[in-house]
């Protein structure tokens, strides 16, 4: 989040800026926990808290920004049946394909510890 901007402005934003695409926010789906001192093989970096949402794409066509994060290499859309093709980050196909299909409809919280990769 940047300064003066809320928690739905900064989902907006980062689609917008990492996807190129216009988004309607809308419930809260995931919170995933990156505590450092948990993992062994990551343990720098500081303890991060994020909070993923179920978002509609309302405009634009995803694209690689002008100006993409040290570790994006692109922007895809990905079927849900295709989803375990690809190496996501973090490694939550599983918590991903349980929402989509209405199994999982609470707000779950996902520690980084606990992945399987």
Not at 11 to 25: D, N, T
Not at 38 to 53: A, D, E, K
Not at 93 to 113: F, P, V
Request: aromatic share 6%; with cysteine.
């Amino acid at each position: 989040m940047e300064p003066g901007e809320s928690v739905i402005e900064a989902v907006m934003r980062e689609a917008l800026e990492e996807a190129g695409v216009e988004v309607s926010v809308g419930p809260l789906a995931f919170v995933h926990e990156f505590a450092p001192h948990l993992v062994p093989s990551r343990q720098n970096g500081p303890h991060q808290i994020s909070l993923i949402f179920d978002c509609t794409v309302t405009g634009g066509e995803p694209r690689l920004p002008s100006s993409p994060d040290v570790n994006q290499i692109g922007v895809k859309w990905i079927p849900l049946n295709r989803l375990h093709e690809i190496v996501l980050y973090p490694g939550i196909k599983n918590e991903i394909i349980a929402y989509a299909s209405g199994r999982t409809r609470h707000i779950e919280l996902i520690e980084e510890h606990k992945l399987v990769y």
